[in-house]
């Protein structure tokens, strides 16, 4: 195949894609490093079949249940290194830069220079609605990305924590936009 055809047939393919997943490949050499990992990849059909085994009578469970049946799916990296330089900046810049896409918008930036902690929200926004929401912490031992592509309420968001991979927001945080809606 032409070199022509390949690029338009490669141009093609993303735009065919949803913009609102990322493309996490990039942290597979991330694995044989890390002391601990957590690979999570569920498509609609997995989270359909999760949803099932969740129970309609706990309140929370119901409340998870209703918000994973309108999700398009759920992927998580996640890793623990022994030491820090595990992973590079530029593991970390190639998630942003995707992040940097018309749609994405950044609502938490949580920079700690004395623990080297980095935290950001991004959230995909389609018209009004939130179609997709990504999380990106960084810490000098710890790496970890979540994305979430489909329509999602905030407030919902929070059930989520603590469900399929995806880390739990301590007690009484709530995950709400910045009054500032700028793009990154």
């Not at 070199?3 to 997943?21: G, S």
């Not at 597979?28 to 890390?34: G, M, Q, T, Y």
């Not at 998870?64 to 970390?92: I, M, P």
């Not at 710890?142 to 999602?152: F, M, R």
Request: charged share 30%; hydrophobic share 40%.
């Amino acid at each position: 195949m032409n070199k022509r055809r390949t690029c338009t047939l490669m141009l093609l393919c993303a735009f065919c894609l949803p913009a609102q997943r990322l493309d996490l490949s990039h942290l597979d050499r991330l694995d044989e490093k890390a002391k601990e990992r957590v690979n999570v990849n569920l498509n609609r059909d997995l989270l359909q079949a999760a949803g099932k085994l969740l129970s309609p009578s706990d309140p929370d469970q119901a409340r998870v249940k209703t918000l994973v049946g309108k999700l398009e799916s759920v992927h998580v990296r996640a890793f623990e290194f022994d030491q820090a330089g595990a992973y590079t900046q530029n593991d970390v810049e190639a998630i942003r830069r995707e992040l940097r896409a018309p749609g994405w918008h950044r609502i938490v930036d949580v920079r700690s220079k004395d623990e080297g902690e980095n935290v950001d929200i991004y959230l995909h926004m389609a018209g009004e609605k939130v179609d997709g929401v990504a999380v990106l912490a960084a810490e000098p031992r710890e790496l970890t990305v979540v994305n979430i592509v489909g329509p999602i309420n905030l407030e919902d968001l929070g059930a989520l924590g603590g469900q399929f991979g995806i880390p739990k927001l301590p007690p009484g945080q709530k995950a709400e936009p910045k009054s500032d809606r700028k793009s990154n």
